[in-house]
T-cell receptor, first 116, second 115 residues
């Protein structure tokens, strides 16, 4: 079974600084997708960024980028120029591309605080 | 706004009772998913429906059941409720099944409190 581990329950960063959230996963599959979701205080789940495992190039979305290390099964999220609106719980997530289902497996989350 | 709607937003009930949570997917989406978010278990996949048919089951208790109707809305039925069923229940929808761009859009959730 696949697992997703986020070892940092909480992190803090100064506004305008850069922060990196860590994530490791375990799978025997070779084809899969990885995601970072943001859950602000409103509780809405928002997709931040997506990475296909077959792509070597790291995904970027504006101030958000990932460092995908397939051999190490590592998938970290870097937030540049942190803003107050980035304060939220961030979930790393996995979805198989080989299974019949589309279930997403989530990590336990990292709560990110932005210090003004 | 993701386009996925869930009702009710909040639900407070007693142990042993039965409740129904409702989800309307985004227009055109054929897949519906249910997830449970609790303090103990985190975010867990419960069940997936595709075009009216059950496609995948996760950690869904036997006391829980779901269905997707011909108009594609879905309901999650929770019965014989226990204190531990208190959680935020999310519905998500996606256009189809599989593929890298089959993004799941999450609804705002239903907060269930069992007293």
């Amino acid at each position: 079974a696949q697992t997703v581990t986020q070892s940092q329950p909480e992190m803090s960063v100064q506004e305008a600084e850069t922060v990196t959230l860590s994530c490791t996963y375990d799978t025997s599959e070779s084809d899969y997708y990885l995601f970072w979701y943001k859950q602000p205080p409103s509780r809405q789940m928002i997709l931040v960024i997506r990475q296909e495992a077959y792509k070597q190039q790291n995904a970027t979305e504006n101030r958000f980028s990932v460092n995908f290390q397939k051999a190490a099964k590592s998938f970290s999220l870097k937030i540049s120029d942190s803003q107050l609106g980035d304060a939220a719980m961030y979930f790393c997530a996995y979805r198989s591309a080989e299974n019949r289902d589309d279930k997403i497996i989530f990590g336990k989350g990292t709560r990110l605080h932005i210090l003004p | 706004d993701s386009g996925v709607t869930q009702t009710p937003k909040h639900l407070i009930t007693a142990t042993g009772q039965r409740v129904t949570l409702r989800c309307s997917p985004r227009s055109g989406d054929l897949s519906v998913y249910w997830y449970q978010q609790s303090l103990d278990q985190g975010l867990q996949f419960l069940i997936q429906y595709y075009n009216g048919e059950e496609r995948a089951k996760g950690n869904i208790l036997e006391r829980f059941s779901a269905q997707q109707f011909p108009d594609l809305h879905s309901e999650l039925n929770l019965s014989s409720l226990e204190l531990g069923d208190s959680a935020l229940y999310f519905c998500a929808s996606s256009p189809h099944v599989g593929g890298s761009y089959n993004e799941q859009f999450f609804g705002p959730g239903t907060r269930l409190t069992v007293l």
